[in-house]
């Protein structure tokens, strides 16, 4: 008659002893998931912060193309209007290379964010563009003060591509196309 206590504690030990783990295996796993979606929610932030970045910089290129291309030193004949038109272009060419280098040093300090929270992938795309800007900055500033449509659209070409290559990798580590 004594077995039967006996059986009923052990029984009773083992029960709840499945039941505390089966709970802290439970706990875990919530807890496990929920740090995912808050890394998940940072990352994603982080992505459209370089993405707003990575679009000031085409802007400001745009700027300064729009602004350089064409654009001619008015000689002493120059009416009134056209010093007024070489001076505005040279002002607002002038803001958009400011621009340019400020979105710059935002983008270097994103890819260093990236390098700690971000996807190996997606920070890999951050410091190419960042060096294709760096590429297109040293071209420029050996045919300073002439700009080259060439040069430029070459740039455009390599950078949309490599922004392109940055957004799909943003996609594949945000599982964009896997949870439509």
């Not at 009134?80 to 979105?103: C, G, H, K, V, Y």
């Not at 992938?121 to 045919?143: A, E, N």
């Not at 430029?152 to 945000?174: C, G, K, V």
Request: hydrophobic share 40%.
């Amino acid at each position: 008659m004594l077995e039967q206590p006996i059986i009923t504690f052990i029984a009773t030990i083992l029960g709840a002893a499945v039941g505390a783990l089966t709970s802290w295996l439970t706990t875990r796993s919530t807890v496990k998931a929920s740090r995912q979606d808050e890394i998940r929610e940072i990352r994603r932030t982080e992505y459209f912060n370089a993405i707003e970045i990575a679009f000031r910089i085409s802007q400001a290129f745009r700027d300064v193309a729009i602004n350089t291309g064409g654009r001619n030193e008015p000689g002493e004949d120059a009416t009134p209007a056209e010093r007024t038109d070489a001076q505005e272009r040279d002002t607002a060419s002038a803001n958009a290379i400011e621009r340019l280098f400020d979105a710059m040093d935002k983008l270097k300090l994103e890819a260093y964010r990236m390098k700690t929270i971000g996807d190996p992938s997606v920070t890999s795309c951050l410091y190419r563009l960042s060096q294709d800007v760096d590429d297109y900055l040293q071209v420029i500033k050996g045919d300073m003060p002439r700009f080259i449509s060439a040069h430029y659209q070459s740039f455009l070409d390599i950078y949309h591509e490599d922004m392109n290559a940055f957004l799909t990798s943003i996609r594949d580590d945000l599982y964009i196309d896997k949870l439509l």
